[in-house]
């Protein structure tokens, strides 16, 4: 029976590392970090995420900025708001929160925001960065899974690792990250055996966003789990995309949904702002 990996206490730990560097930060250099996250329009996800950014941002003491324009803001407009984002000394990392509406071209965006403050890492300078295993922000999502695997004593070097899913904010800088801790390393997508690739995996790294697509009885006895997918059930609860009561059966760490990858997403931003901050001369 596998033991549950709490995201929300690593998350904690986290967020207390980071207020002490940011209250050293401080007392040494005056410099206090600055968050803005930019939110178009009335994403009623998004609005939570945000909500849940800005809280974690005063808790750790940095100066945190909403611009919420309307969602007819043209991309001109939103190119010239980022441009006066970048140019502001206050502010050390910008968060364009994403899903933009459809008049904008979202990649146009995250490219306009200057990769010193592009603190969810997606810029592709420091996507480039990642691949050529030089140091810059990462994405939240997998850097706050590596935390996770870390916090279990879970070292990937010389494991096998299977990420499932392959988008450009998961999946892809998952796969990245744990090959340059020295795992061995396997992305699956919708034309790979799942089955087949799952079961030789130490290490399992779901990011899907399919309900319990990987299937408990494929899990390795012994390995690591960890499910990224956040699926809201028409019941309103959230499910992961691993079959998580068998999978428990098998692995040795598992971690649950909610309260495991989740609340790292958001303390790794913590993390990346930070660091924006420290870079600053
Ligand atoms: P995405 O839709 O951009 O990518 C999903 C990937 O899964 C794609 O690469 C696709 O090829 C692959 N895929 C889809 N169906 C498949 C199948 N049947 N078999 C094999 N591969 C398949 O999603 P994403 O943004 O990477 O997010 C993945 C999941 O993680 C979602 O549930 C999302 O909500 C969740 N997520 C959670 C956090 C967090 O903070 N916990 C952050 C980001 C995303």
Redesign the pocket.
């Known amino acids: 029976m596998a033991q549950l990996i709490d995201g929300k206490a690593v998350a904690a730990r986290v967020r207390a590392e980071v207020k002490a560097e940011t209250e050293k930060l401080k007392a040494e250099r005056g410099l206090v970090p600055g968050l803005t996250v930019v939110r178009v329009g009335e994403d009623p996800a998004s609005k939570i995420y945000v909500t849940g950014k800005k809280k974690a941002a005063e808790e750790v003491g940095f100066n945190s900025w909403e611009v919420h324009p309307d969602e007819k803001i043209t991309q001109d407009e939103l190119l010239s708001l980022v441009d006066k984002l970048n140019k502001d000394p206050a502010v050390h990392g910008i968060l364009v929160q994403l899903p933009l509406p459809k008049h904008i071209d979202a990649e146009r965006i995250i490219s306009a925001v200057k990769p010193e403050k592009d603190v969810d890492g997606f810029h592709p300078v420091n996507a480039g960065k990642l691949s050529l295993g030089k140091p810059g922000p990462r994405p939240c ?1 997998p850097f706050g899974v590596m935390r996770l695997l870390e916090e279990v004593g879970c070292n990937p070097s010389g494991k096998r690792a299977v990420v ?4 450009n ?3 892809k800088p998952m796969a990245l990250m744990l090959l340059a801790a020295d795992a061995t390393v396997t992305v ?3 034309k ?1 055996n ?1 089955a087949a690739e799952v079961a030789n995996a130490d290490i399992v790294v779901a ?4 309900p319990e ?1 990987i299937k408990g009885e494929w899990i390795k006895p012994g390995a690591v789990v960890i499910d ?4 809201r059930m028409p019941d309103g609860k959230l499910k992961g ?1 691993v079959e998580f009561a068998a999978a428990k059966e098998r692995a040795s760490f598992i971690t649950p949904v909610p309260g495991g ?2 609340p790292m ?1 958001i303390a790794m931003l913590m993390r990346n702002t930070l660091e924006a901050a420290k870079a600053t001369s």
Not at 207 to 210: C, E, F, L, N, S
Not at 228 to 231: E, S, T
């Open positions: 999502t499932v899913g392959r988008s904010i998961v999946g699956c997508h919708r790979s799942l990011a899907v966003g399919v697509l990224v997918g956040m699926n995309d990858v989740g997403t």
